[in-house]
């Protein structure tokens, strides 16, 4: 029997595109929640152009995420986080809103493991 083991939310964020063309765009000034991640990040590695983020084991804001891969060239941010009793998405998404950061829900995976 396969039960549900991580869960990935991708959402597109048309801000993220600003950010790459000007890295000085004010540091996130108006993506603080994106910050908070990257400051947050146990790891952090980027691809050689600087496009893409990947960030390992990230808590911040009282959520834990396996994983954050932030595409800048495509304005697009996946979170990998564990199944757990709390909603994460439902999280991810008020703190979008509360920061008012555009968003549009691309896709909400499941991984199942045997």
């Known amino acids: 029997m396969k039960t549900i083991d991580k869960i990935q939310l991708m959402l597109h964020i048309s801000q993220l595109r600003a950010h790459l063309d000007d890295r000085r765009h004010k540091l996130f000034k108006d993506l603080s929640f994106l910050q908070a991640l990257e400051q947050c990040a146990e790891k952090m590695v ?9 960030l390992y084991d990230v808590v911040c804001f009282e959520m834990l995420f396996k994983q954050v891969i932030i595409y800048y ?3 697009r ?11 994460i998405s439902k999280k991810i998404i008020a703190k979008l809103e509360s920061d008012r950061i555009h968003y549009v829900p691309l896709r909400k995976s499941f991984i199942a493991v045997k």
Request: glycine share 4%; net charge negative.
């Open 73 to 75: 060239a495509n304005d």
């Open 77 to 87: 941010i996946c979170f990998t986080y564990n199944q757990c009793a709390v909603d």
């Open 46 to 54: 980027h691809d050689n152009e600087g496009k893409v983020f990947y």
